[in-house]
């Protein structure tokens, strides 16, 4: 398949320019069933020759084995790549299944060092703050935060699940790249806060999950046909009821990709890029994957343009879906609104 260039947009004011469209590397060590290192290469090395230039990372995908495999290949493309990696999820060796939050600047201090040893680097390009906790004051997380950026070991910075009124205090404090959020045909609820503060603050929007984790593309029907280890077993809209009800949904996406020749994945990539035009907005979803044919099926979505009347048939969708994006709603932003 050749490849359309993919255009580049700045991130937030003085961030790094980056593709269009970036990359997230999580499923390549955990969460969305099987890995394959091989693979994960080749995709990365596929990604970088369409550029594909913005990774997405976070110390807690595969508990640090994810800034552990991408790690030498941004070091092999040092000038060519801009990593992005988070922290807040805390995770521990002797209990698998334990996440905590912490945003306190002694952890973060030593997040950071952690994910810099990791990842073979001196600087991480974006490092974003994962999940709030509400506990510390944000002020204070994006002060030290902000420090790392003075002592050299971060370039810019990101916050990740994030409310409007949270984006704006922590810009008050120093500038943000980049804001980080759930955001796809199935999963609005960051316009009623977040989008408005970053457009209006010139922060660019990172849509995570822009393929509803898949559920969108019809790779997979219901949380109970996939492996018992998967996450998205554990979300509240892929399984029982809620998934035989938003399979319905997903028809629409379908219908829309056989009228032009596209997939439903390259509907709902298309779908978010132009949302964020209405909202005069930067954005870079991070479609996620394993493999080569999709990151070309996924890069491709950014030549297709939705008509008036094919947005006017998905703009409903959001609001008709069954279950909640997370068991926990509190560690999201609209847990918090
Ligand atoms: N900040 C946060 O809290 C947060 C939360 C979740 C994710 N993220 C980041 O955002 C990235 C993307 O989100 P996500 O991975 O959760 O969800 P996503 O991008 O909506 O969907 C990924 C899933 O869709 C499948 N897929 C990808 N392209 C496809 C295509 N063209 N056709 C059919 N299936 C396709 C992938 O499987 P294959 O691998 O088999 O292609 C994977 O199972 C992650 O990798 C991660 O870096 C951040």
Not at 45 to 60: C, N, R, S, Y
Not at 218 to 231: K, Q, V
Not at 308 to 325: D, M, Q, T
Request: net charge negative.
């Amino acid at each position: 398949m050749t490849l359309p260039a993919l255009p580049t947009v700045r991130l937030g004011q003085d961030g790094p320019v980056v593709g269009a469209q970036g990359l997230g590397c999580m499923g390549m060590s955990e969460f969305y069933g099987p890995t394959d290192t091989a693979e994960a290469l080749a995709t990365l090395d596929a990604a970088l020759e369409a550029g594909v230039t913005f990774l997405d990372t976070a110390d807690q995908y595969g508990a640090g084995r994810n800034e552990e495999l991408i790690g030498p290949f941004v070091r092999a493309h040092r000038d060519e790549v801009v990593l992005a990696t988070k922290f807040g999820v805390e995770r521990r060796a002797d209990d698998p299944a334990y996440r905590g939050v912490r945003n306190d600047p002694g952890y973060i201090r030593a997040a950071v060092d952690a994910s810099l040893r990791r990842l073979g680097l001196d600087v991480i390009d974006v490092y974003y703050m994962h999940r709030r906790d509400p506990a510390v004051p944000i002020a204070e997380s994006v002060g030290a935060m902000a420090e790392l950026v003075a002592a050299g070991k971060v370039r810019h910075l990101g916050l990740s699940e994030v409310t409007g009124a949270e984006l704006r205090e922590a810009y008050a404090v120093h500038p943000i790249a980049a804001l980080q959020s759930e955001w796809s045909v199935f999963a609005r609820d960051v316009e009623r806060s977040a989008v408005a503060a970053a457009a209006e603050l010139g922060v660019a929007f990172v849509p995570y999950s822009p393929l509803g984790r898949g559920f969108l593309t019809g790779s997979f029907a219901a949380a109970e046909e996939l492996a018992a280890d998967d996450i998205r077993r554990t979300q509240p809209r892929f399984s029982g009821a809620n998934a035989a009800a938003n399979r319905a949904l997903v028809e629409p996406l379908r219908e829309i990709a056989v009228a032009r020749g596209a997939t439903a994945a390259q509907v709902a990539l298309a779908w978010v890029h132009q949302r964020a035009e209405v909202h005069g907005l930067t954005v870079v979803p991070i479609p996620g994957t394993r493999r080569r044919e999709r990151l070309a099926e996924n890069t491709a979505a950014v030549t297709l343009r939705l008509t008036v009347e094919e947005l006017a048939v998905l703009e409903p969708v959001a609001g008709r879906v069954a279950g909640e994006r997370y068991p926990d709603m509190a560690f999201t932003s609209v847990g918090r609104e």
